[in-house]
């Protein structure tokens, strides 16, 4: 039998990759605690936020989608609540900035957040999902943004915190889609557990395609859960408060007869309407078979006894 034996300077790719400078920043920002990272990057303010560096322990199984396609086809009912290629045209009178996001509920440290200084104070990264909405296609993008996980630590979840709601914003005179959907009980709100908020998959997203995100995939922030069918991932987000009980989320106050709280991908659940053993990618629909959790079964199946839906 032949052993390779590594040689000294043979080291593991992984740890040859620039990932490891990026660690070691990240590592000492955290050792610093929040003030102090701000003051540290502070001293950097002239490097640009975007394009942020690739995290390279997420690869895909697909080509990376055209950012035509997933910047104009979008699923963003404020704006326009049927026509999926007019959003993007209906977003003129949005204004992203300035903007905060307030953190509250059962929290030790409740804080609200500018949405500039969160950005700075973050170890942004880009990261390459596959992104599944419940209507059967998919895409494939690069996104930008930092664990939600990080975000929570610096507010100090007491023990009774058991779920997180997210609420997007809601503004007649800057989103169409309010006045032509009146009956939906808007804003849009959603929800995670606090172990799926905690998993190292999501994240809290402030860019796209190496930069910052445009207003119809949900400017100025939010949230990114890759393993759960699309419209678990809030858009816009103005507020997230940490609850005692499952709140109940948008879909599941309008829809009650379709998916539940953890609408996890999975291909053997069908829905209503859509058989889910096939997803068709954007923009030209070739088909694939859906993977359990979307392929994120390696994070995320912990989480789960299987009988969540
Ligand atoms: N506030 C808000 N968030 C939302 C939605 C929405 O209509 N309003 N649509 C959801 C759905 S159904 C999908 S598929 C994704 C689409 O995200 P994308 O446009 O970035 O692809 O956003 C989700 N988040
Ligand atoms: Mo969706």
């Known amino acids: 039998m032949l052993v390779k034996i590594r040689k000294g300077w043979e080291i593991p790719e992984r740890e040859a990759t620039p990932e490891s400078g990026y660690r070691s920043r990240r590592s000492i920002i955290s050792a610093l605690g929040f003030a102090g990272a701000g003051a540290l990057l502070g001293a950097e303010t002239s490097k640009p936020l975007y394009p942020a560096r690739r995290n390279p322990d997420f690869v895909l199984d697909r080509p990376i989608t055209e950012e035509w396609a997933a910047t104009g086809y979008n699923n963003f009912y404020e704006f326009h609540p049927t026509n999926k290629s007019a959003v993007r045209d209906m977003v003129g009178r949005f204004k992203p900035r300035p903007w905060t996001l307030e953190v509250k509920g059962l929290v030790n440290k409740p804080r609200t957040f500018d949405i500039d200084e969160l950005e700075k104070s973050m170890p942004l990264e880009e990261r390459l999902y596959r992104f599944r ?3 059967a296609w998919s895409m494939a993008v690069p996104w930008t943004g930092f664990p939600l996980a990080e975000l929570i630590k610096r507010v100090d979840p007491k023990p009774e915190a058991k779920f997180l709601r997210f609420v997007s914003v809601a503004r007649k005179e800057e989103m169409p889609g309010l ?3 009146p009956w939906y009980p808007w804003p849009y709100y959603e929800g995670l557990r606090m172990d799926e908020a905690m998993n190292s998959l999501t994240l809290l997203v402030t860019g796209i395609y190496g930069k910052a995100l445009p207003a119809q995939n949900g400017a100025p922030v939010r949230i990114i859960a890759p393993w759960k069918y699309g419209y678990k991932n809030p858009k816009s987000i103005v507020s997230i ?5 499952r709140p109940a989320t948008f879909w599941s106050d309008t829809v009650p007869s379709q998916y539940g709280f953890f609408s996890n991908v999975n291909p053997e659940k069908p829905h209503p309407n859509w058989s889910q053993a096939h997803e068709k990618s954007i923009p030209r629909g070739e088909l ?22």
């Open 241 to 245: 408060e940490f609850v005692a009980k």
């Open 133 to 135: 909405c419940v209507e």
């Open 288 to 309: 694939r078979p859906t993977l359990l959790y979307n392929g994120y079964e390696k994070w995320v199946a912990g989480m789960y006894t299987g009988k969540e839906f």
């Open 179 to 181: 006045k032509m959907a």
